[in-house]
């Protein structure tokens, strides 16, 4: 059976909960009163959709998910908008991003517009708990994981496809605050051949252990490097952008990584690089997707062609740099005078923000799925 | 507080089930009436470890063990010794792995020596379900997980560690069955830098894709190759060893990969080893932890200088190798003649089983943990 929005079943909690105010909003921590689950099996495909209670799962302990990491997630969001709609911000880019790493692993793959719509009543029933204001919004989890019983590792012949969604607030609640990054090349992200361009649970934990290590030592992030060129790849857990501008010609260039298999396909990294390319002029800027190194970063930092850098990513939108800790040395990172972010890091927010909340349209980026009106 | 085995609290099954018979035995996929559970928080660290009867867990959707891999595992086995004790083989290297593996990824450590009481109390109620015979065994399944609830990727503070146990039958029933491997460059299991070296869930799941790729081509597993190189790593999740013979000296060599970060520690690897070394004439063999290629393999078979190859983990012990696909070619591994092994394969499986059902001591390799007498 494919994947049938139309189907779902609807179990509403018995009292609605009541909306926590702003300031108490912890990314990730708290989660609206309903959840999506969706059950799959080898022999009879996608079952029936369910919204209900959002509650705990009980799986055997034998569940491949536990042993053979057989697991992986999405991260969108949802904006309530001026005119108090919800809109979803390019839900199609991470439906498709998250069949890409379903089948990476041999777990199932599912009809994106019937998870979009299902995504869209699920917040249906909880839209009461949108947060409202700018940097407010619902962070949406839709996970994968592979729930076959017995330790042979093989393709997994069941799966639960879930969602659940936790209310959130600005990243940076008082303002940007730029941060200080450890170019990291004891520890490797990820690998050609590997899948470090996949939304897999497999690239995240073995993350930590790096960034507390960088975090000893000052640094609140790492700057993932690659190879003995010691690319540039990724930050934390975002996609990385420079600005370098060449003092000879006075152009700027906006550069990320390009996608070679080891680096995550974000979807705020290809909002930058899409509007980057629309609004600013070609004649002052170029925008470019190119390995670059930690070396070309010292190199130009020295001549005074950095002119700003900043992690993108769903949860941040940008996170802007300051620092970067490499070889005993700490290259420093512009900001503009008395702010925490550079020029175009704050022109990318506002870009991006205008189009999540409903002040400008944007071909297809977003799409109403509630109406509080 | 500290992992105390002292502490344990027992609770029984009501009606203990009956053992199945031998032929029914199908690896990881029953279990025994109990298992082992041990909770671990940040705050007040290991609780009191239970014994208690099989089943589900419990736990929250935004768990940290479905969306970022918080997972690890162990593999170890129990057998019935010919006077009816139940010997654990080499539990000490399986712990203090397990440790590796933990502290990785930010998951607690804990005292070797009281999970090993814990685990042989686990097979202690269970013990009338051990099967006897040459080739069955108890396989014991330790695993921990992060079980922190919430989205933020960070170090978990909240984990589960436990233990279950599954009578299992000889990997080949019938006697060996040798495979065929694709020697396999466009996957990576494992780079420098990264987890390939420890056991953790992360490093299995992005391996089925490509083992399903090698099966449409007509090969069991993949030969894993590493770097310009094509170094030989590991074959499907098992450490490999090869025999060269030199035509010159006659002298042969038994080969595998060096433990440079990305090589599974494995334990028959290292028994595999420690007896080669104990047992054959240093003037007829040389054991070499080396640096070896797909490309010397393909050289030597043709200079008639390959004598046979094996995969060795805990499950087959020893899995002999028969072709290798590479480059649209076919590399013929010798196997004796009317036979599915190579001559020392056989021997190391003799060697190891001997140790393994009590017929030989080794040093301290095997614990007695029950006894049926």
Redesign the interface.
Known sequence: MSLDASKVKVTRVETPSKPRPNDELV???T?TDH?LTIEWTADKGWDVPEIKP?????????SC???????L?EGLKAYRTADNKISMFRADKNMARMNKSA????LPNFEQDELIKLIGKLIEQDKHLVPEGQGYSL?I?P?M??TTN??????PDRALL?V?T?PVGPYYKTGFKAVRLEAT????RA?????GDKK??????????PQ?QAAKRGYQQNLWLFGPEKNITEVG?MNVFFVFKDSKTGKKELVTAPLDGTILEGVTRDSVLELARENLSSDEWIVSERYYTIGEVEERAAKGELVEAFGSGTAAVVSPIKEIGWNGNDITVPLLPGEQCGALTKQVAEWIADIQYGRKEHKDWTRIVADLN
Do not use: K
């Open positions: 990314f990730g921590q989660f959840m959002y509650g705990n799962f009980s799986l055997d302990p034998s998910v536990f042993h053979y990491a057989f697991e997630f089948a990476r692993i041999c962070y989890r996970t994981i592979g017995g330790l042979g590792v093989g393709t879930y659940i936790s090349d004891y520890a490797t690998w050609p051949g590997g899948v897999l649970g497999a690239n995240y934990a073995p993350c930590i252990l507390l857990t």
